[in-house]
């Protein structure tokens, strides 16, 4: 039986973060700027491209702004966590190294049902696409795994596997919960207790009400159109002669701040399908630009 | 005298929409490749396919292919050069000279005598196995580290047995053998194959039932049992019947449950 302790939310990034550093790999934080998916972190997006082996684990917060439903829906968040795995190359064993990972969770494969059912994963505004299933257990989804064929428009070479897990899904089934904002969250009983909710519940109602509601779209607008001059000045504008080369990283963050205001202009309601279309456009088009600049610089002058 | 194939590819998880056009696919490259190379097998091949794997037993495959001499009739003697060129070109001679020239009654013509030597099948099986995977489509696929072949998933093993006998085919890292495994959560470690009888046998031993009629058999079987045991009625769904057949399982075994009245409602709004 499995302690209180190692089923709690933090218990769980715990323990999968003590059995990804033990596959060798880095553990990083999170990354310091909204993004929709742990495959936006720079760790992922741009590590996935050029033939360097890497692996690395973190949990990372996603916001999506259109997923919000002020506290009041018992799954659905705007803000919620994914721990991310990316194994470079992909090793031959990837499923079974994933399967152990549910195993070091207390998850036991002989006892449930486990099923790789494909779900081939895209990013419209990443350039991106790989293939995979979403993971099943007992019928529920709680992971993706994708094959990354491509980033930025780019080929993978070699190819990557990514695995992100759902970590608020898993850990609902893992302690039988059946509403987020009930999970327990530290482990602790008694008066110590803190649930999901008692962290996050103000910050959904809040954050819905601003991203449906408050948010000023007009400087939304401002603000993507500033993020896209400012990456497209630090992809384009380098002059290696003057000492002022392109700056890959610096750039990649001004497209991340432009997805998360595309997102957040969406959630306002205020793009039209056409318009739509060509914010994606524009930011994958910053991507690509951010994706070839961090390639050209790979053993660069940094 | 004729020999045994069995060709095995295991993978990682086909998705389930793809698997029957797979091993229609395969099974057919498979038969246009043997006829090419003129090793026609007398049986049909059997074709199989689970989640995680595709599978062509083909008996009646002559382990020699026979040696022959061809004719072929070309231009009259006297035909434009262009003629003759085309002719020398597609039985691969370089000039006239090669050619005999026989008068049939209607005139002369020439005529190309194509010699084939006798070999072994298993000098051409590997080759002519690649060129079968080469030709599978995938409505989807991918590349993965240990081959430089395109693949729906990526591939763990190939069982590749003629006679029992171990045909070298190479697909980079993919391992190639006598190797497979039975089913991924109920068996456990790599399972040694002698021939197609064997390799049924084991995969059985193994928790995977590997003929998808069997398993619809089976499962068709058991819910007239079950049916009768409780009393009940099947609803007769053959659309469902058929996805269970191919889809994502390997076992075949099927309980009862109930669910409570409450829930066969939907809500109305």
């Known amino acids: ?302 | 005298m004729t020999g045994e194939l069995l060709l095995e590819l295991l993978s990682e998880e086909i998705p389930a929409r793809m698997q029957r056009r797979a091993i229609e696919e395969l099974t057919r490259h498979l038969d246009e490749w043997l006829r090419v190379h003129r090793i026609p097998p007398t049986e049909p091949i059997r074709g199989y396919v689970t989640a995680r794997r595709l599978t062509a037993i083909v008996n009646g495959i002559p382990k020699q292919l026979p040696e022959s001499n061809e004719e072929r009739r070309g231009p009259r003697v006297g035909a434009p050069q262009q003629a003759l060129d085309g002719f020398l070109r597609s039985v691969g001679l370089d000039s006239a000279e090669q050619c005999e020239v026989r008068d049939t009654g209607r005139g002369e013509f020439y005529f190309a005598v194509i010699h084939r030597s006798g070999r072994a099948a298993v000098e051409v099986l590997p080759d002519l196995i690649y060129s079968t995977l080469m030709g599978v489509e995938w409505p989807k696929s991918m590349r993965f580290p240990a081959a430089r072949l395109s693949w729906v998933r990526p591939l763990t093993s190939v069982l590749c047995l003629f006679d029992g006998q171990v045909l070298p085919l190479s697909l980079d890292e993919v391992p190639v053998g006598r190797m497979t495994r039975g089913h991924r959560f109920l068996s456990q470690g790599e399972i040694a194959v002698e021939n197609a009888a064997d390799y049924l046998d084991r995969l059985e031993a193994a928790y995977v039932i590997l003929d998808q009629d069997r398993r619809r058999d089976i499962i068709a079987a058991d819910l007239d049992r079950l049916a009768q045991n409780e009393g009940l009625t099947v609803k007769p769904d053959p659309s469902l019947l058929e996805e269970v057949r191919i889809r994502n399982i390997s076992l075949a075994s099927s309980p009862t449950g109930r669910w409570r009245r409450a829930f066969c409602s939907s809500p109305t709004t």
């Open chain 1, 1 to 302: 039986m499995k302690s209180v302790a190692s089923t709690s939310f933090q218990g769980l990034i715990l323990a999968l973060q003590r059995y990804w550093a033990e596959q060798g790999c880095v553990i990083l934080q999170p990354y310091d700027i909204e993004v929709g998916a742990g495959t936006f972190h720079p760790a992922t997006a741009l590590r996935a491209l050029g033939p360097e082996p890497w692996r690395a684990a973190y949990v990372q917060p996603s916001r999506r702004p259109t997923d919000g439903r002020y506290g009041e829906n018992p799954n659905r968040l705007q803000h919620y966590y994914q721990l991310q795995v990316i194994l470079k190359p992909a090793p031959a064993d990837s499923q079974d190294l994933y399967l152990k990972s549910l195993a070091a969770l207390g998850i036991d494969a002989s006892k449930h049902d486990i099923r790789f059912v494909e779900d081939d994963w895209e990013s419209p505004t990443l350039g991106a696409w790989g293939l995979g299933w979403e993971v099943w257990l007992d019928g529920m989804e709680v992971s993706q795994f994708t094959y990354f064929q491509q980033v930025g428009g780019i080929e993978c070479d070699p190819v990557s596997t990514e695995l992100t897990y759902g970590l608020e899904r898993l850990a609902m089934y893992v302690q039988g919960v059946e509403n987020v904002y009930d999970l327990d969250f530290n482990g602790v009983a008694g008066a110590g207790r803190i649930t999901y909710g008692d962290v996050f519940l103000r910050a959904e109602r809040e954050f819905s009400a601003y991203n449906f509601e408050r948010a000023d779209t007009a400087i939304l607008v401002r603000h993507f159109e500033d993020a896209e001059r400012e990456c497209n000045a630090l992809v384009n504008a380098g002059d290696e002669n003057a000492n002022r080369p392109k700056l890959a990283l610096p750039a990649y963050d001004q497209c991340l701040k432009a997805s998360h205001l595309f997102n957040l202009l969406d959630a306002r309601g205020v793009i039209s399908v056409t318009e739509r279309a060509a914010y994606i456009g524009r930011v994958r088009a910053l991507a690509k630009a951010c994706c070839e600049t961090w390639l050209a610089g790979a053993g660069g002058k940094f």
